[in-house]
T-cell receptor, first 116, second 113 residues
Framework: GAVVSQHPSWVICKSGTSVKIECRSL??????MFWYRQFPKQSLMLMAT?????????EQGVEKDKFLINHASLTLSTLTVTSAHPEDSSFYIC????????????FGQGTRLTVV | GESVGLHLPTLSVQEGDNSIINCAYS??????FIWYKQESGKGPQFIID?????DKRQGQRVTVLLNKTVKHLSLQIAATQPGDSAVYFC????????????FGGGTRVLVKP
């Protein structure tokens, strides 16, 4: 089956620093990837849609200057949390759709971000 | 806005019994539905899906039922096992909305030995 690899699986950073999270589709091409945020005991909330070769589409209330998304190739999207603060601590998850297929989204393992 | 919701936040079930998890959705234009299982600290794992032109689909020990009349989705797990303990999410996809997935609130299933 299609595999999405997310890295790192966990990261601890200091307030004010930036953190980059990578999402790779290992055995398929993904024109579109999605970034979610999940707080404890809550559902996944879509942050943005990452489109290869173009700007990401952000959901309402998500700051595009704080959560920078780059989708430079058909197999890689990155999310950079800039000037992180403790309230940015969360579980970040990416997913990818197989280009041209209307099937289930394939999810990465998630990244636990802790800002201290 | 559109939403997908769940009736029960927590479900305790005896090992070996069947589990039923329910989900209500509000977007009548949704054309594809998916159930995911999420274990602690991991990403969602695909369980089973169903398209809007179907009302039932079966997998290994799992069955998904779709009732478009009342906008209701359910997941049935047969002979629930300890490894089934997790949070289960329903999600709907709408091509017209750019294939974005909208997740329900989640139901935690606790399997008692």
């Amino acid at each position: 089956g299609a595999v999405v690899s997310q890295h790192p699986s966990w990261v601890i950073c200091k307030s004010g620093t930036s953190v980059k999270i990578e999402c790779r589709s290992l055995d398929f091409q993904a024109t579109t990837m999605f970034w979610y945020r999940q707080f404890p005991k809550q559902s996944l909330m879509l942050m943005a849609t990452s489109n290869e070769g173009s700007k990401a589409t952000y959901e309402q209330g998500v700051e595009k200057d704080k959560f920078l998304i780059n989708h430079a190739s058909l197999t890689l999207s990155t999310l950079t949390v800039t000037s992180a603060h403790p309230e940015d601590s969360s579980f970040y998850i990416c997913s990818a759709d197989i280009t041209g297929h209307n099937t289930e989204a394939f999810f990465g393992q998630g990244t636990r971000l802790t800002v201290v | 806005g559109e939403s997908v919701g769940l009736h029960l936040p927590t479900l305790s079930v005896q090992e070996g019994d069947n589990s039923i998890i329910n989900c209500a959705y509000s977007n009548s234009a949704s054309d594809y539905f998916i159930w995911y299982k999420q274990e602690s600290g991991k990403g969602p794992q695909f369980i089973i899906d169903i398209r809007s032109n179907m009302d039932k689909r079966q997998g290994q020990r799992v069955t998904v039922l779709l009732n478009k009349t009342v906008k209701h989705l359910s997941l049935q797990i047969a002979a629930t096992q300890p490894g089934d303990s997790a949070v289960y999410f329903c999600a709907e996809k709408n091509k017209a909305a750019g294939n974005k997935l909208t997740f329900g609130g989640g139901t935690r299933v606790l399997v008692k030995p």
